[in-house]
C-alpha cells in the first residue's frame, strides 16, 4: 500500500468538480502562456540579430541567403522556392497550424467556449481589427499603397505576452487569459483576410483538389482517426493543394488543424482504475518472478496502459503539446530572423513620414488601443460583457496598446501586400517602430496601475 498515494487520490477526489473544470481550462493556458512568453524573448533575439545583420558589412550575405533557391522533385514534378518562400509559404504553414489547434481548443474548452466571457475578447477583437484597416485606408486612400490596409490589423501573441511577463504578478491572471483570448480571435480575423483579399488568382483545379483533401479530412475525424500520421499526410497533400490554386498556402495549415479530433476514447475518470489495474499486474508479475523488462506479458501490460493513456488524450491536444515548442522556438525565430532583416538607410528613414509607414504606425499605436478600448467599453456599458477579473480600466487600456504589437503577423502581411516593391522596405520599419512604441506604452502604462477592480466596472 501507498499512503501517500492514497492521500492524493483523496486530495483530487475531494476537490470540486468546478475545480476540477477550472483546471482544465488554465492550466493548458498557463502553460501556453509560459511558453509564449519566453518564446517572445527569443524571437525578440533572432529579430535584434536580422536587423543588426542586415545593416553589417555581412548584409551582402544576407540577402543571398534569403534568394537561395531550394527545390523537392518527385519524379518529373519540381518544387522550388527560394529560402524565404520555404520559410513564409512552408515553415508558417506549420505556425497556422498551431494557431488552428488553439483556435478550436479556445472554443471548445478555453475562454472563448463560455458565451458571456467570450464577448469581451471576441468584441473587443473586432474593434482592434477594424479601426487599425480604417486608419490605414484614411492614410492611403487611392493610393500606391491601399493594399496595405491589413497590416496593422493583427496582434503578436507572442510578444505582447512576453510584455506581460515582464510585470510579472502585478497583471492579474484573468487579464493575460483576456489577452490570449483577443490575439486568437485577431489571428482567425487577420486569416480571413489573407484568404479573401490577398490572394492574387485562382487555379480552379487546385480548388478542387482542395474540396477532395477536405472532404478526406472530414472522413478521417469522422470515423475517429487518431493517429497523427493520417493528418500529417493529409495535411501534406493539402498544403501542396493550395500552392496549385494560388490560394495562400499556409491556410493549409489551419484548415486541418480544425478536424483534429478533440475527442477521448476513454473517459478520464476511468483512467485511474485502468492505470491501477495494469500497476496490480506488473506488481503480480514481480512477486512471481525477477522482473523481466523484455518479458513478453509485462510489456503487454505496459503497451496496454499506454495505449489508454493515449486513448484518454485528444489528439487536439495531443498535437498542440507537441507542435508549440516547435513553432514557439524554432518556426517563429526562424520567420522573425529571415523577415525583420531591414535595410535602415537615409532613404527609408525619408519615407517614415509618408502613408504607408505612417498608416501602419498610426494603426499599431492607436489604432488598436482606440479600437479595442472603444469595443470593450461598449461591451461592459451595454451589459453584453464585464471587465476580466481583478482589473481596472486602466489595465484594458494599457493591455489595449500591448495589442498594438503587430510584429509576426503585420511582417507577414506586408510580405503578402507589397512582396518586390519599395513598400515593403518601408512597412518593415514602420511595423518594427510602431510595435515598439506600442509595447513602451503599454507597459507604462500597466506599470502605474494598481490590481483592484475599478467600482461599478462589469456586468
Keep these: 500500500m501507498n499512503p501517500g498515494g492514497l492521500a492524493r487520490d483523496e486530495e483530487l477526489l475531494g476537490r470540486t468538480k468546478a475545480e476540477r473544470a477550472g483546471d482544465r481550462v488554465v492550466r493548458p493556458f498557463q502553460l501556453f502562456a509560459r511558453r509564449q ?11 535584434v540579430l536580422a536587423l543588426a545583420w542586415a545593416n553589417s558589412p555581412w548584409a551582402g550575405a544576407y540577402g543571398q541567403m534569403l534568394s537561395l533557391p531550394l527545390g523537392i522533385s518527385l519524379g518529373e514534378q519540381v518544387l522550388r522556392l527560394d529560402l524565404r518562400h520555404w520559410i513564409n509559404d512552408g515553415l508558417m504553414a506549420i505556425f497556422f497550424f498551431g494557431v488552428g489547434l488553439e483556435i478550436k481548443r479556445e472554443f471548445l474548452v478555453g475562454e472563448l467556449a463560455e458565451r458571456r466571457k467570450a464577448m469581451l475578447p471576441i468584441v473587443a477583437a473586432v474593434g482592434g481589427m477594424v479601426v487599425p484597416a480604417l486608419i490605414y485606408a484614411g492614410f492611403n486612400l487611392n493610393g500606391a499603397g491601399a493594399r496595405g490596409w491589413g497590416i496593422p490589423m493583427a496582434t503578436d501573441i507572442a510578444f505582447a505576452l512576453g510584455a506581460l511577463a515582464v510585470l510579472g504578478s502585478r497583471i492579474p491572471e484573468a487579464l493575460k487569459v483576456f489577452l490570449v483570448a483577443l490575439a486568437i480571435v485577431d489571428d482567425l480575423g487577420a486569416l480571413l483576410v489573407i484568404a479573401i483579399f490577398y490572394t492574387e488568382s485562382i487555379d480552379w483545379r487546385g480548388v478542387a483538389l482542395i474540396g477532395a483533401l477536405l472532404l478526406a479530412l472530414w472522413v478521417a475525424n469522422r470515423f475517429g482517426a487518431r493517429r497523427g500520421s493520417i493528418y500529417l499526410l493529409l495535411g501534406l497533400g493539402l498544403w501542396a493543394a493550395f500552392l496549385v490554386s494560388g490560394l495562400h498556402a499556409t491556410l493549409a495549415g489551419v484548415l486541418t488543424a480544425l478536424f483534429v479530433p478533440a475527442s477521448v476514447k476513454i473517459v478520464p475518470g476511468a483512467l485511474p482504475q ?15 518472478n525477477e522482473p523481466d523488462a523484455m518479458d513478453p506479458d509485462r510489456v503487454a501490460v505496459i503497451g496496454a496502459i499506454g495505449g489508454s493513456l493515449d486513448a484518454a488524450t485528444a489528439p487536439l491536444q495531443r498535437f498542440e503539446h507537441v507542435v508549440q515548442p516547435w513553432v514557439t522556438y524554432g518556426i517563429l525565430p526562424i520567420f522573425g530572423l529571415f523577415n525583420a532583416g531591414v535595410v535602415i538607410d537615409a532613404t527609408v528613414l525619408r519615407t517614415l513620414p509618408t502613408a504607408v509607414p505612417m498608416g501602419i504606425m498610426v494603426g499599431l499605436v492607436l489604432g488598436k488601443s482606440v479600437g479595442i478600448g472603444l469595443a470593450s467599453w461598449l461591451a461592459v456599458k451595454t451589459g453584453l460583457a464585464a471587465l476580466p477579473e481583478g482589473s481596472t480600466w486602466r489595465h484594458l487600456i494599457g493591455t489595449a496598446f500591448l495589442a498594438g504589437i503587430g510584429f509576426t503577423m503585420a511582417l507577414f502581411i506586408s510580405g503578402l501586400a507589397f512582396a518586390g516593391t ?38
Design 37 to 47: 512568453a519566453s518564446g517572445g524573448l527569443v524571437l525578440l533575439g533572432c529579430a
Design 274 to 288: 485502468v492505470i491501477r489495474r495494469g500497476a496490480d499486474e506488473i506488481e503480480a508479475q514481480a512477486l512471481d
Design 422 to 459: 519599395h513598400f515593403e522596405r518601408e512597412a518593415q520599419l514602420a511595423i518594427l517602430i510602431g510595435s515598439m512604441l506600442a509595447a513602451a506604452v503599454g507597459i507604462a502604462i500597466l506599470l502605474t496601475t494598481k490590481a483592484t477592480r475599478a467600482p461599478g466596472a462589469g456586468g
